[in-house]
């Protein structure tokens, strides 16, 4: 029978090697396999990946939907043990560089900005408004409706295209340098 290895000693027993050095340093013999059992046995047992995916819970809520980034920092704040607090921070940290990343590719707007555009869009729309009370009144006089419509559409055209034409104002970044003309 072929001498065993260290390297054999560990596979049998699922251990490394600096493990097998220390149960031989503290006074186990590593080629007694029932004393090198016994002897790993009373260790403290390493977290397995399938008690771990059992253990720890999962970054939903109980409707199964994912949680948000304030839920995980309270979940965090009351984690039971250090492994799920390390990886509630972990996720906590994917999250944050998912926003970071969504932002740079302007998928997620700022709501300062958003109520900045809405504010804009609602003075254009007013603005045209007011132009239509003004502008609508006197081309009606003495028209009947037909007429009034015909007298109209030109207006009211006029209008829209001027807000289309308004429309890039809207939408632009204040971080954009203007295109020249």
């Given at each position: 029978?072929?001498?065993?290895?260290?390297?054999?000693?560990?596979?049998?027993?699922n251990?490394?090697?600096?493990?097998?050095?220390?149960?031989?340093?503290?006074?186990?013999?590593?080629?007694?396999?029932?004393?090198?059992?016994?002897?790993?046995?009373?260790?403290?047992?390493?977290?397995?990946?399938?008690?771990?995916?059992?253990?720890?819970?999962?970054?939903?809520?109980?409707?199964?939907?994912?949680?948000?980034?304030?839920?995980?920092?309270?979940?965090?704040?009351?984690?039971?043990?250090?492994?799920i607090?390390?990886?509630?921070?972990?996720q906590?940290?994917?999250?944050?560089?998912?926003?970071?990343?969504?932002?740079?590719?302007?998928?997620?707007?700022?709501l300062?900005?958003?109520?900045?555009?809405?504010?804009?869009?609602?003075?254009?729309?007013?603005?045209?408004?007011?132009?239509?009370?003004?502008d609508?009144?006197p081309?009606g006089?003495?028209?009947?409706?037909?007429?009034?419509?015909?007298?109209?559409?030109?207006?009211?055209?006029q209008?829209?295209?001027?807000?289309?034409?308004?429309?890039?104002?809207?939408?632009?970044?204040?971080?954009?340098?203007?295109?020249?003309?």
């Amino acid at each position: 029978m072929p001498k065993r290895t260290y390297k054999d000693i560990c596979g049998i027993h699922n251990i490394t090697r600096a493990i097998c050095d220390y149960a031989k340093a503290e006074g186990v013999n590593p080629f007694n396999d029932a004393e090198m059992s016994k002897w790993v046995a009373a260790r403290r047992k390493k977290n397995d990946s399938k008690a771990n995916s059992q253990t720890v819970p999962t970054a939903e809520d109980s409707e199964g939907k994912p949680l948000t980034l304030e839920q995980l920092e309270v979940e965090l704040s009351a984690a039971p043990t250090p492994q799920i607090a390390q990886m509630r921070k972990i996720q906590i940290s994917g999250l944050r560089e998912g926003l970071k990343f969504r932002q740079e590719r302007s998928e997620l707007i700022p709501l300062g900005e958003v109520k900045e555009r809405d504010t804009r869009i609602a003075n254009a729309v007013r603005a045209a408004c007011i132009k239509l009370e003004n502008d609508l009144p006197p081309k009606g006089v003495g028209l009947d409706e037909a007429g009034m419509q015909k007298a109209f559409r030109p207006v009211i055209r006029q209008i829209l295209m001027d807000l289309a034409d308004g429309q890039s104002e809207f939408w632009k970044d204040k971080d954009q340098p203007e295109e020249k003309k």
